[in-house]
């Protein structure tokens, strides 16, 4: 059973020449009582993945489902 279920993840930071695309469609899915790393360069969104995870933040688009 999945514990976390994510779909197409977007988030975006600013507007105009100072946009960044932090995330651009993630998808993830984590079962339940196993062990998960999230890995990349500075800057690849492991933070922002991990506050819309976490409920902290709201993705510019997609969805997150925890415990359905
Ligand atoms: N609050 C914010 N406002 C504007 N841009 C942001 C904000 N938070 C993150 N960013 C930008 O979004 C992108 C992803 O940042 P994030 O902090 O999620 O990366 P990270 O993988 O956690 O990096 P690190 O390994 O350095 O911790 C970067 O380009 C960052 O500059
Ligand atoms: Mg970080």
Same mark, same amino acid.
């Given at each position: +059973?999945? +514990?976390?279920? #994510?779909? !197409?993840?977007?988030?975006?930071? *600013? $507007? &105009?020449? #100072? %946009?960044? %695309?932090?995330?651009? *469609? ?5 079962? /339940?009582?196993?062990?998960? /790393?999230?890995? @990349?360069?500075? @800057? $690849? &969104? ?7 995870? *976490? &409920?902290?933040?709201?993705?510019? #688009? @997609?969805? =997150? #489902? =925890?415990? !359905?």
């Amino acid at each position: +059973m999945d +514990m976390i279920t #994510a779909r !197409g993840l977007r988030k975006v930071y *600013g $507007s &105009g020449t #100072a %946009q960044v %695309q932090a995330l651009r *469609g993630a998808d993830l899915d984590i079962a /339940a009582g196993s062990f998960t /790393a999230i890995i @990349g360069r500075s @800057g $690849s &969104g492991k933070t922002t993945l991990l506050h819309i995870l *976490g &409920g902290l933040e709201r993705p510019t #688009a @997609g969805s =997150v #489902a =925890v415990c !359905g």
